[in-house]
Each structure stands twice: as C-alpha cells, then as structure tokens.
C-alpha cells in the first residue's frame, strides 16, 4: 500500500498528467491507458468459482467519499468472506494518516440484508459478510479523511481495497467528484507495494471520472489508488495522528542542537574556571613548597629544637586540606598526636602470642587541654567520656555520637583559618544535591519531551549537565589562595619526612621531636618507616626503657614498636569506620 499523501504524490510524479480534458500520456508502460470498456471478464458474466467487485466512489463537496461495492460471486459465494479496510497508514516522520469509516451495511442482490461482523485493530478493519451463498452482495459505506490539499492541487487518496479473504479475479474502481481529475494513480498487490495497477484512465476525452482496473488480487493483497482535483473541488478533510518512536523523539534540529551547543558551552566554560581555580594548588606548589621543604624545628628555650610544623598545622588540619575531608586517618592521626603531646598515654595491654590486642588509654590531666583545638578538645572529651581510663575495645556508640561533632569543628577550623571560602563538606553536599536533582528533573523532562515533542535530545543535555555536576561536586570545594599556599609548605614537609636523614637532629633531642613526626607521618601514610627511626632512637636515648606516650606489656620492647604502633592505627582506624557517621564521608 501506499505511505500516506507524500507517496501519493510520489506516485503521482510517474502519473500522466491531464490537461484541457487531455488522457495523460506520462503513465509507464504497464499503467498504459485501457478502454474503461474492455474487462478481463466480460462485464454481466462471472463464471463459476470466479469472484469480481465493482466499487463505485463518489466525492461530495463537502469532502465525503461515498462508497458502494458489488461483489459478484459466479456460481454462488462462500459461507463468509471478509473484506479489509485500511484505516490508518503512515504519513510522514512524525504522523499517521487516519480514515474514518461509517455507516458501513451490507445487503444481497434481492434486498435482504447481510450481517456485517466487524474487528477492528490499530490501523485495519475486517469486515466479515455473512454472504450464506448469495451470488451478489452489495456494500456501502462512507469515508472521511480521504482529501487533502498538497501545493496548488487538492488529492484524494484511499485504499479502494485493503484485503480479501479469497482470491478476487477482477476489481475495477469508477471515483466521481464535483469536479473532473487531473491526474491519477494507483498501485497493487502486496502491503507498501510500488507495483501500478492493471490499467488507469479518466473516461476518454471527456475526463469526466477516474477508473481503475486490477486483476488477480490474491489474499491479503491491497489496491491503492490517488487522483488529483483542482483545489477548491471539495474541502480538504485530512486527519492526521502524531506518532511516536525513538527516532522522532530524539531528532536533532537546529533548535535542539543550539540548546544542546549552548549548554556544552556552558559546561565546558564551568570546566575550565573548575580547572583554573583548582590550579591554585599546582602554581602554589611550584612556588611554596620549597619554602617548608626542611626539617620542622626551630631553636626553643635554651638553644634546644623544637618543633615547628608549617604554618603551625596540626595532623588533623593537615589531612583534611589535602582530601577536603575530614576522614578517618584525620581522626585517628589526631589521638596519637595528642598522646606524644602528653594530653594521653597509650599502653598495650598484654596478650597471648596470636591472640587479639587491646590498648588501654589514659587520660594525664596535663595542663593546657583548654588551648588545644576545639576539634582536639572534643575528640579528647569524646575518647575519656567515661573517665580517664578506657580501652580501645570499649569505645562504643557514645564516642561515635561524639564523632561526628569532631569532625563539624574540623570542617569549621577550615573556614576560621580561611583555607576554604565556605565549609567543603556542605559545598560539597550541596552541588551534589543540585547534580542529582538536575539529573532527575533532566531524566523527567527528556520523557516528558519524548511523548509530546521531537526535543527530546535536549532534554538530554539536562541529564548530563546533572550528570557532570554530580560528579564534578566532588571537585567543587576549592581551597582560598591563603589554603594553596599551606598545601604547598605541607607538601614541602612531606617531600621532607619521606627522604630526611636521622643525623639532622641532635641525638638528645631525637625520641621527642620523632614523636611530634609520627603523626604527621600517619597522614602521609608513611608510619612505618617513622616508626622504625622512632624505635631506633628510643632505644639509643632510654637505653631500651620505651617512650614517654606509649608502653608496652612486660616482655615489650622498642623492636616491638613499628609494629605495635602499626597495628594500634589500624585497630583505631576500624572503631572509627565502623562508626554511622564514618560510614558514608562527605
């Protein structure tokens, strides 16, 4: 069949062409003019076993097309026979063509009516006849939809024949309208067939009316047919139904893809300012880090080292600027800083050779908890909440609850030291927010756009907009110009504890300044190697007596302490992590 009016005219191309009442001389060979007069069944004979339809059209001017069909069955018709109306085929990308049939009665050559059953589908309907035999029944019906005005012509285009249910030797189509045609067409055989009909004329040189012939019509097999009037001959009568499919949906227009472009544009330039704020840290790092790129002592009372971190940064400050959370081995940083500080002892209970260990921690009492940090306050008050002794084992929900208060006032200290405009935690949170829900709005308008319009690559864009921020959320929160400077020194310090020499420090004065190391080595995850020197030099400096901050069982000694203080962070790390507010950082 025929793909609605564009290939109607298509059709209509290869057509002749009719002028001044002209027969058109443009057919191909196959369609060559016939005498409307000459049948392949002589016209008042059907021999037996043989079936022919004479469908008589005629056009109204108001756009109705009125049908009648003599079925002519030689030697009587079947129990039933069935005949196809199209009623919806496609018309361009984006619509179908609808037909609206009516008022559709059957009666026998005698009068007496035929039942009509009919199915209607999506785009066909069936009409079963109740024929019981008779030789001739006849069909009328009505059909909307038919006309429609293209350029400076008006057409009517039907499927006079959608289907038969048994082979119809002959099919002849006679259209009448207001006005003469001007040009037709028609196309037989199977569904979407491009084949022309038998024969086509326009009645000789009156050209009054259009007729059709096509032969040998086998089962299912259609007949299409289009003539051309001159616009104004009737009202155009098209009906036309949006379709929808994946192709259409997401077609990409001009529209679509300025929207498309424009938010790229958009995208890209949020990228690159993303990109050049977050550059501060690699210019800072060329230019600052060598400034701390030493040991981190300073001459103290009496001609003694001290020790003097960069920008007097403690652990916990240390490993937050870096990630811009406030994690894990920040927390667990923070206890072992605050014992080789004095504010804490960590002792290693003692315990069978592969049998679990635990630490009891104490708290000292040492003067000056009221100038730590209020993140080190807190987290102090957090471990010794039930007294000042406790064992790692039995730190439970409490301290957790507690945690999560440690880490707020770490996020907080960022923004008091102006390393950060705003706290990278909720910065953070809050654009992922944003991403997600730009995301999902994203993913309900691109279907919203999808059923109703063709837009829907530009809803597209929205998806992956909410995409990108989500994913660029993590990167959004950028540290200030003064916050690149400290990462820089701290980086510079870090270069230095990973390659510094023990000989840089007076033998004296090793154990305590190696401590204040420690966890700044935990930060940089290098704790191993810091406590292998520490142990060294403990056993040089106490002769073999331990460290001032960490004891061990009985049978211990500083060998044992690389281990030890290993297998401490770790346990420590665990408790945390198994804390709710560590389970998900953010």
Not at 296 to 302: D, F, R, T, Y
Not at 483 to 494: E, L, N, T
Request: net charge negative.
């Amino acid at each position: 069949m025929m793909t609605g009016t564009t290939a109607g005219t298509a059709l209509l191309g290869v057509a002749a062409i009719a002028s001044s009442g002209v027969l058109l001389a443009a057919l191909p060979a196959s369609a060559a003019s016939h005498d409307p007069q000459t049948h392949t069944i002589q016209q008042g004979t059907v021999p037996d076993g043989q079936t022919v339809n004479e469908i008589s059209l005629r056009l109204d001017d108001g756009g109705v097309l009125h049908a009648q069909e003599r079925i002519t069955f030689g030697g009587g018709g079947p129990a039933e026979f069935t005949r196809t109306f199209e009623l919806r085929e496609p018309y361009d990308t984006d619509h179908d063509r609808l037909y609206e049939v009516t008022d559709l009665t059957a009666q026998s050559g005698d009068g007496r009516p035929v039942e009509i059953t009919v199915d209607e589908g999506a785009a066909t309907m069936d009409a079963r006849l109740d024929v019981a035999g008779a030789e001739v029944v006849i069909v009328d019906y009505r059909v909307e939809g038919t006309v429609s005005e293209v350029g400076n012509r008006l057409e009517l285009e039907w499927t006079a024949v959608g289907g038969y249910s048994d082979f119809v030797e002959e099919t002849t189509v006679v259209v009448d309208a207001p006005a003469p045609p001007q040009a037709l067409s028609c196309a037989a055989g199977e569904p979407f067939s491009s084949i022309y009909c038998t024969s086509s004329d326009m009645g000789g040189p009156q050209a009054l009316v259009a007729r059709f012939l096509q032969t040998d019509l086998d089962v299912g097999q259609s007949l299409d047919i289009v003539v051309s009037y001159p616009r104004g001959s009737a009202p155009s009568t098209l009906i036309l139904d949006r379709t929808w499919s994946l192709t259409s949906a997401f077609a990409i227009t001009p529209a679509t893809a300025g929207v498309f472009g424009l938010l790229l544009v958009v995208l890209v330039g949020g990228l690159v300012l993303l990109i050049w704020v977050r550059g501060r840290d690699e210019r800072a790092l060329r230019s600052e880090a060598r400034k701390a790129d030493h040991a981190p002592v300073e001459p103290g009372v009496g001609g003694n080292l001290r020790f003097h971190p960069p920008d007097n940064v403690h652990p916990g400050q240390i490993g937050t600027l870096i990630d811009e959370q406030a994690d894990v081995v920040d927390i667990t940083a923070t206890v072992v800083d605050l014992a080789v500080r004095g504010y804490l002892r960590i002792e290693e209970l003692p315990h069978a050779r592969h049998a679990s260990v635990d630490w009891l921690l104490t708290r000292t009492g040492q003067r000056g908890e009221d100038a730590l940090l209020p993140y080190e306050r807190l987290l102090l008050g957090a471990l010794f909440q039930r007294g000042d002794r406790v064992r790692l084992s039995e730190l439970g929900e409490g301290f957790a609850d507690r945690l999560a208060e440690v880490r707020e006032e770490l996020y907080r200290d960022m923004v008091r030291l102006k390393w950060f405009a705003r706290r990278p935690n909720r910065e953070r949170n809050q654009w992922t927010t944003v991403g997600i829900a730009l995301t999902l709005l994203g993913g309900v308008v691109t279907v919203l756009l999808a059923v109703f319009t063709h837009a829907a690559f530009t809803g597209l864009a929205l998806v992956l907009a909410g995409a990108a921020v989500t994913v660029g959320a993590q990167y959004v929160p950028a540290k200030t110009k003064l916050g690149s400077a400290v990462f820089a020194h701290v980086a510079g310090f870090r270069a230095y504890l990973l390659r510094a020499r023990v000989n840089d420090i007076p033998s004296d004065r090793r154990v305590h300044l190696f401590s204040r190391y420690l966890p700044y080595a935990i930060i940089f995850d290098n704790v191993e190697h810091w406590a292998r020197i520490l142990a060294a030099a403990g056993a040089e400096e106490s002769h073999g007596r331990g460290l001032f901050w960490y004891h061990g069982p009985q049978d211990w000694d500083l060998d044992d302490f690389a281990d030890s203080i290993k297998a401490f962070t770790l346990t420590l790390s665990g408790v945390i992590s198994n804390t709710r507010q560590f389970r998900a950082l953010g």
